[in-house]
């Protein structure tokens, strides 16, 4: 979803220079806080907007929130290196989706939504357990991933205006395949960059991204097979 206009963007959390450097303990506390937190924000939101779009769903508002504000709110988040500043564009990343999720979410019904969301978190386990046991394959995949992602925005698009490809379940797969690894990637990262305040917020929101796709095309998948 989003993150396919999003991951064009780099953090360059590697080129950033380590004066503020913290532990790694408290950078990884803060990282995992920070993701906490933006699920946690967007299922209030989603919760919150469910009544929202009874009467229709504008296109326009859904793409100016869905789409607009988001890329705003990246972008603040990688050209800043003040964690509160970056901060502040994750939750201009959350709160949105939090919106454009609660309609979604109507479309499927409960079990569907509860097994999307158990495999999701086992899936993203797995793959973080995988990143840390095999560094060397997650640390070669950045290129391979950000031209698959790349084909996947163009499909995505072509699905737009082709039912065919619309209904055609391997290409949620594949989406699920790209974000799952992802998470993997976005781990390894993780692991390998300056330990900042800044960085672990950053990555919060990479995360959030990888996860939050992941989570939506294994409800597709699901929900197809439902």
């Known amino acids: 979803m989003s993150k396919n206009f ?57 793409i100016f929130v869905g789409l607009v504000i988001p890329i705003l709110g990246i972008m603040i988040a990688v050209k800043s290196s003040n964690p509160f500043i970056s901060f502040i564009g ?23 939504i509860r097994d999307a969301f158990c495999i999701t978190a086992i899936d993203v386990m797995t793959m973080s357990v995988l990143a840390v046991i095999f560094p060397g394959f997650f640390s070669k995949l950045g290129g391979a ?3 698959a992602l790349l084909g996947l925005v163009v499909v995505q698009i072509i699905r737009c205006f082709v039912p065919f490809l619309a209904n055609l379940t391997i290409i949620d797969w594949i989406g699920a395949g790209i974000f799952s690894l992802y ?34 095309f294994i409800l597709k998948i699901l929900g197809k097979k439902d």
Not at 33 to 53: E, H, K, P, R, W
Request: proline share 3%.
């Open 145 to 147: 991933l950000f031209i």
């Open 6 to 62: 999003f991951q064009t963007v780099s953090t360059g959390v590697f080129d950033r220079s380590g004066f503020d450097t913290i532990s790694e303990r408290v950078f990884f506390g803060v990282l995992g806080s920070v993701l906490i937190y933006g699920f946690l924000v967007t299922a209030f939101v989603a919760n919150s907007c469910s009544g929202m779009f009874v009467h229709g769903i504008n296109w326009l508002t859904v």
């Open 183 to 216: 998470v993997g990637f976005d781990w390894w990262r993780a692991n390998n960059v300056p330990k900042t305040l800044d960085s672990a917020v950053d990555l919060a929101l990479d995360l959030y991204l990888d996860i939050i796709n992941l989570f939506l």
């Open 90 to 112: 994750y939750n201009m990343v959350v709160i949105p989706f939090g919106v454009i999720l609660s309609p979604v979410l109507q479309i499927y019904s409960p079990n569907v």
